[in-house]
């Protein structure tokens, strides 16, 4: 069976937003909040989140960096052709 994960993300159109954004999830909002204010992604009427996924599924920065991390945490700005992205796994099987 293939791994997968379940993840949520936040997807802005600047670094710099993106960079705003991790900090103050850093200081502790809550990342459903911050999606669903900030993101550009349809997702964020679900706090951003993306379900579960397999590879193959998302474009390959955005997979990389999701398949790399450890369950609950958050990513630093990843960028993809969409824009940025930071990225929370909710979990992985």
């Given at each position: 069976?293939?791994?997968?994960?379940q993840a949520s993300h936040i997807l802005v159109p600047t670094e710099a937003k993106a960079?705003?954004?991790l900090f103050d999830l850093q200081?502790?909002?809550?990342?459903?909040e911050v999606a669903r204010q900030n993101s550009m992604c349809?997702?964020?009427?679900?706090?951003?989140?993306l379900g579960w996924f397999s590879h193959g599924q998302m474009v390959k920065e955005f997979e990389d960096c999701a398949f790399?991390?450890?369950k609950g945490k958050i990513s630093k700005p990843v960028?993809?052709?969409?824009?940025?992205?930071i990225i929370k796994v909710v979990d992985s099987k």
């Open positions: 069976m293939p791994t997968k994960v960079m705003e954004l200081r502790g909002k809550d990342f459903g349809p997702s964020k009427k679900n706090g951003g989140d790399s991390l450890e960028k993809t052709r969409f824009g940025w992205h």
